[in-house]
């Protein structure tokens, strides 16, 4: 089945957006959160750029001086915006830090909050994650081989890493880069992956990160990136040496992962994005956006759209994620941030227009 775009003008667009925030505000049920303003925060080359989200273009709230960030998380319990910097040193030491800000909640702007140094040798850290509780952020850290967990104070601060687990690597050919590092549903365990070692591992969230499960990839895999649906305990990868797509299974009963669920042969480049309520995954390619179903039971994907567009080149994207309150699929890239309106049952996307200047992450509050 041929599945065709049709293509919605920038102003229907813009009219299903304020319909959707409308909607939220005129609920009886609406949480008072719904009506504070949405704000988003952008890195790129040494800048954090901050905008209110209201109105499409988005309009500029500030702008900071940002060393080297590389991550980006919001936390929304403390209003505060976590920023991974991907240096060798800090303060003289050998190690990445974590600087965080205060966000108002009014207007969006940031306030320094505090500067939180990892573990020792913890050069080069490439991502981090929010755990479900809003206790703990957990960080991959490539150019020291190493995972941090830090516990986050009441106020939003960053405590020093509570847990830290060091990688060495498979074999004398294979060194640890830690890459990227997702929290479970329930936030006891923690999916990771080693870009070095071409491995999946799970690891529990406590003590010092103790491996429970791991498994290889195909030898010579090169994957750097990867989404993960955890209420269907699937891991989805991008396997760069062949362009394939690579689906794994996790087992939440004993930790175990599947060694493949499946793998699909393409053009594909990552990065990846999950639709949770259509449960639909969203993966680069060089010629275009691939729409997968997702069948929750089995782990398979099916194609349900492939998504073109000649005005946004998809192959230079570098961060692809959903909004947190409508159903819009965000693309960062050094052409700029775009946005595609999402069928929220169907998955398919529709509409889309560009919305702010470029960037390489993003992240919503």
């Known amino acids: 089945m041929t599945h065709r775009f049709i293509s919605i003008s920038r102003r229907h667009f813009i009219t299903a957006a304020g319909m959707t925030a409308l909607a939220a505000k005129a609920s009886p049920v609406a949480s008072r959160s719904a009506t504070v ?19 499409i273009p988005w309009a500029h ?28 040193e800090y303060r003289g030491l050998p190690c990445g830090y974590i600087e965080s800000f205060r966000i108002d909640k009014y207007d969006g702007h940031l306030k320094p909050l505090s500067k939180q140094p990892l573990s020792l040798s913890g050069i080069q850290p490439s991502s981090m994650a929010l755990s479900p509780d809003g206790k703990a952020l957990a960080v991959a850290i490539r ?5 941090n967990l830090l516990p986050i104070l009441e106020d939003g601060r960053l405590g020093r890493p509570q847990a830290i687990r060091k990688e060495i690597g498979l074999n004398r050919t294979l060194t640890s880069r830690p890459g990227q590092i997702v929290f ?30 791991r498994i290889c990839l195909p030898a010579g ?27 794994i299974r996790h087992h939440p009963d004993d930790a ?20 949770a309520p259509s449960k639909t995954l969203f993966v680069v390619a060089y010629d275009g956006l691939h729409i997968f179903r997702i069948q929750a039971e089995t782990g398979q994907l099916s194609l349900i759209q492939h998504f073109r567009n000649a005005q946004q080149p998809f192959y230079e994207t570098q961060h692809l ?14 052409n700029g941030i775009f946005g595609f309106s999402i069928d929220p049952d169907e998955g398919r996307l529709s509409a889309w227009v ?11 509050l």
């Open 256 to 275: 175990h992962l599947s060694s493949q669920a499946q793998s699909i042969q393409g053009n594909f480049l990552g990065p990846l994005a999950l639709h």
């Open 321 to 334: 994620l959903c909004g947190p309150r409508q159903n819009v699929l965000y693309s960062a890239s050094k």
């Open 184 to 213: 479970n549903r329930t936030g006891d365990r923690l999916f990771a992956l080693d870009q070095g070692t071409a491995t999946f591992s799970v690891l529990s969230a406590y003590s010092d990160l103790p491996v429970l499960s």
């Open 143 to 147: 150019g020291g081989a190493a995972y």
């Open 37 to 55: 303003p949405g704000f988003a925060y952008a890195a790129s080359n040494g800048m954090l750029t901050a905008y209110s989200t209201g109105k």
């Open 61 to 88: 709230v500030q702008t900071l001086t940002s060393e080297a960030p590389v991550s980006l998380v919001t936390d929304r319990a403390t209003h505060t915006l976590h920023v991974l910097h991907a240096v060798s």
């Open 221 to 247: 895999s090169q994957c750097m990136t990867f989404a993960a649906d955890v209420d269907a305990d699937l891991l989805f990868t991008i396997d760069a040496a062949n362009g394939s797509l690579l689906s």
């Open 354 to 364: 560009h919305i702010a200047p470029a960037a390489q992450r993003i992240a919503f």
